[in-house]
């Protein structure tokens, strides 16, 4: 079988308030949603379940809340799931109250701290907690250092590479061996991708790969963000196909639905091709701005759309 057709190990994101379930589960505080949630996931082949009940846009949840629900969920989700859970915060505050309350000895893995980023308070704290836990690591390298001590969106598969490094070699340090870290080098939304944020994404992946300093490591992106802004019966066959591309560039993880997005499709299934046409696109030409390629590519977006 072709390394695209090959379906990534999957960390369910279902329980995050994006999703009407889990914002449903989360306002009544509903210990029962959430074992639905994970156990659905679970009998689906997720390898890992995503635990994210920060705010959205639409819902305002404060720290104080997360904290006092802490004691309640974890032990009630591993009641229903062997699987080893991802912890999704930026407070170090929350890691350390789910931990306490999290039973490695119901767990079939490594419980996941996610995420480490050049933003992030507190980072010595937080790799020091995934150390002491014996927790693998997500790294976001879609962001970067500058060389005046501060910080930037990543614009650059070197960018990428050397936020991955950057992390990495503080993790080891501490005894986290590369296969313990997932790297998410950022994936944008299609839609509103006009600076060539997707092949700067498949780029990265390729150049992960190649880096012998980083070898053995996990790549996992945010699979649904791919779509968002696609008439609605493109979104799933558009993710499918992003994550053929993904796979064969190298991508192992994805942080996915796994009710409709983790099954790549075929190599060279017709949305795979006009995917990589639409993609092709968005590749500046000699002496040409990223944007007029980026303008390029949404337009041929649009003929797929009405293809």
């Given at each position: 079988?072709?390394?695209?057709?090959?379906?990534?190990?999957?960390?369910?994101?279902?329980?995050?308030?994006?999703?009407?379930?889990?914002?449903?589960?989360?306002?009544?505080?509903?210990?029962?949603?959430?074992?639905?949630?994970?156990?659905?996931?679970?009998?689906?082949?997720?390898?890992?379940?995503?635990?994210?009940?920060?705010?959205?846009?639409?819902?305002?949840?404060?720290?104080?809340?997360?904290?006092?629900?802490?004691?309640?969920?974890?032990?009630?989700?591993?009641?229903?799931?062997?699987?080893?859970?991802?912890?999704?915060?930026?407070?170090?505050?929350f890691?350390?109250?789910?931990?306490?309350?999290?039973?490695?000895?119901?767990?079939?893995?490594?419980?996941?701290?996610?995420?480490?980023?050049?933003?992030?308070?507190?980072?010595?704290?937080?790799?020091?907690?995934?150390?002491?836990?014996?927790?693998?690591?997500?790294?976001?390298?879609?962001e970067?250092?500058?060389?005046?001590?501060?910080?930037?969106?990543a614009?650059?598969?070197?960018?990428?590479?050397?936020?991955?490094?950057?992390?990495?070699?503080?993790?080891?340090?501490?005894?986290?061996?590369?296969?313990?870290?997932?790297?998410?080098?950022?994936?944008?939304?299609?839609?509103?991708?006009?600076?060539?944020?997707?092949n700067?994404?498949?780029?990265?992946?390729?150049?992960?790969?190649?880096?012998?300093?980083?070898?053995?490591i996990?790549?996992?992106?945010?699979?649904?963000?791919?779509?968002?802004g696609?008439?609605?019966?493109?979104?799933?066959?558009?993710?499918?196909?992003?994550?053929?591309?993904?796979?064969?560039?190298?991508?192992?993880?994805?942080?996915?639905?796994?009710?409709?997005?983790?099954?790549?499709?075929?190599?060279?299934?017709?949305?795979?091709?006009?995917?990589?046409?639409?993609?092709?696109?968005?590749?500046?030409?000699?002496?040409?701005?990223?944007?007029?390629?980026?303008?390029?590519?949404?337009?041929?977006?649009?003929?797929?759309?009405?293809?």
């Amino acid at each position: 079988m072709n390394q695209a057709d090959t379906p990534p190990s999957v960390i369910g994101e279902l329980m995050n308030n994006s999703y009407a379930r889990a914002r449903k589960a989360w306002k009544a505080r509903n210990l029962e949603g959430y074992q639905m949630l994970a156990r659905r996931q679970t009998e689906l082949g997720a390898s890992f379940l995503t635990f994210n009940i920060d705010g959205t846009q639409a819902l305002s949840v404060t720290l104080e809340e997360m904290l006092a629900f802490l004691p309640h969920v974890i032990p009630a989700i591993q009641e229903v799931t062997p699987l080893p859970i991802s912890f999704d915060n930026p407070d170090i505050a929350f890691h350390r109250e789910a931990l306490t309350h999290f039973d490695r000895s119901r767990c079939r893995g490594r419980p996941i701290l996610n995420s480490l980023s050049v933003t992030r308070a507190d980072v010595p704290a937080m790799i020091e907690l995934a150390a002491d836990n014996d927790m693998d690591v997500i790294i976001m390298a879609s962001e970067c250092l500058t060389t005046n001590g501060g910080h930037r969106a990543a614009e650059t598969v070197e960018d990428i590479v050397k936020a991955a490094m950057y992390f990495a070699g503080l993790l080891a340090a501490t005894g986290i061996a590369n296969d313990r870290i997932i790297v998410d080098p950022g994936l944008c939304p299609i839609a509103s991708d006009t600076r060539g944020g997707v092949n700067l994404c498949l780029d990265a992946i390729r150049a992960l790969r190649a880096t012998p300093e980083l070898e053995d490591i996990h790549i996992s992106v945010g699979l649904s963000n791919f779509s968002i802004g696609a008439p609605g019966e493109f979104r799933i066959p558009l993710e499918r196909a992003f994550l053929s591309l993904a796979l064969e560039a190298g991508l192992d993880y994805a942080l996915a639905n796994p009710e409709k997005n983790t099954q790549p499709l075929p190599s060279d299934d017709a949305m795979v091709n006009a995917l990589r046409d639409v993609l092709a696109e968005g590749r500046p030409q000699l002496d040409e701005e990223r944007e007029e390629a980026g303008y390029r590519q949404l337009d041929a977006l649009m003929e797929l759309y009405a293809s």
